[in-house]
């Protein structure tokens, strides 16, 4: 004969049990009625790291919005709240905002994205033929007329970042005391369009780039081989061959950093957790990269079959995230 008294308190016990974990869940996600807003840089291996966060924050039950927002801006945004994410900031351009309101406690480094990088002024292949001292960077003063544009007259060009990125080309060539002027580009895909076409009419081009990047799929390319980084390069102007200059040194190996408003952790306990624990592979951003820029592909359509394909990947973060 069956208790129905017993039966009644499993059951109620079992109510409870499931309303306290159902509680505690929705303690550990937090303001899960109002969305998380993490934004959108200027180039795509950026988007890929946004769009593969936001897919899994809404695995979790959290609504995402993408805002479009500049490399420099964002951090104003983000220390006022406005934006409360961004997913790939390369440290070493980040301007003057970043580190004050770090300093301040108004935006925090969630930790590392992964990616193993690369930056500095970076040629195809071909001007090896034309300027023969290349990678040295020396050579570039003695091959400085043939990379003389009319955007640059009577300087030699260096294809820069989009003004809005920062100075560090025009930075580098002044603390080199070269006769050089940066030229920026309109945008990443400006700098990639310059590329290739340097590359199919065997035409002389120094950029400033970055790896990673699917265009080194398609395009053998060298690096100009500026002085070694070191500390002392910044503030020491015995240091390096420009005795009047700090700065005169290449660029220090970026770190590729996760970002949020100092408020985030607090409001987003679990989605924070998720964003700490997430990491970008190389390679295989490389890889969505080029089907998203060469292929003509959406990069939602891409980082969800990513995201269907890993989930080995990445559902250890979410188990974590979510305890």
């Not at 409870?16 to 969305?35: K, S």
């Not at 003057?96 to 002024?121: F, N, Q, S």
């Not at 964003?275 to 980082?303: C, F, S, Y």
Request: overall charge negative; some cysteine; charged content about 20%.
């Amino acid at each position: 004969m069956i208790n129905t008294t017993n039966c009644a308190m499993a059951l109620l016990a079992s109510v409870t049990v499931a309303t306290f974990t159902n509680a505690a869940t929705a303690a550990d996600l937090g303001a899960t009625d109002e969305p998380i807003k993490l934004a959108i840089n200027e180039w795509t291996g950026q988007h890929i790291s946004t769009h593969v966060a936001g897919d899994l924050l809404e695995k979790m039950g959290y609504s995402v919005d993408y805002v479009t927002a500049g490399n420099y801006p964002q951090h104003t945004a983000l220390a006022d709240g406005d934006l409360h994410a961004s997913l790939e900031i390369w440290t070493n351009n980040v301007g003057d905002i970043y580190p004050k309101m770090k300093e301040a406690g108004k935006i925090v480094d969630i930790g590392a994205l992964g990616l193993t990088t690369r930056e500095g002024w970076m040629y195809p292949k071909h001007m090896e033929d034309l300027c023969p001292g290349l990678p040295d960077w020396q050579a570039l003063s003695a091959c400085k007329d043939i990379l003389v544009t009319p955007d640059a007259f009577p300087q030699g060009r260096i294809l820069a970042y989009p003004a809005d990125w920062g100075t560090r080309s025009a930075d580098i060539i002044e603390s080199l005391g070269i006769d050089f002027k940066a030229v920026p580009a309109g945008s990443e895909g400006a700098l990639v369009a310059e590329l290739k076409s340097s590359e199919a009419q065997q035409t002389p081009l120094v950029m400033m780039f970055w790896a990673p990047h699917w265009i080194f799929a398609e395009i053998e390319a060298g690096w100009v081989e500026l002085p070694a980084f070191e500390d002392a390069c910044l503030t020491d102007p015995s240091w390096g061959p420009n005795p009047n200059a700090t700065g005169d040194c290449g660029v220090e190996a970026p770190v590729t950093m996760k970002v949020a408003w100092a408020g985030f952790e607090e409001k987003w306990p679990a989605a924070y957790a998720l964003l700490d624990a997430l990491q970008m592979d190389t390679a295989e951003q490389e890889i969505m990269m080029k089907a998203i820029d060469q292929d003509g592909r959406d990069v939602e359509d891409v980082v969800a079959a990513w995201v269907a394909e890993n989930q080995n990947v990445w559902g250890p973060w979410i188990d974590a995230a979510s305890k």
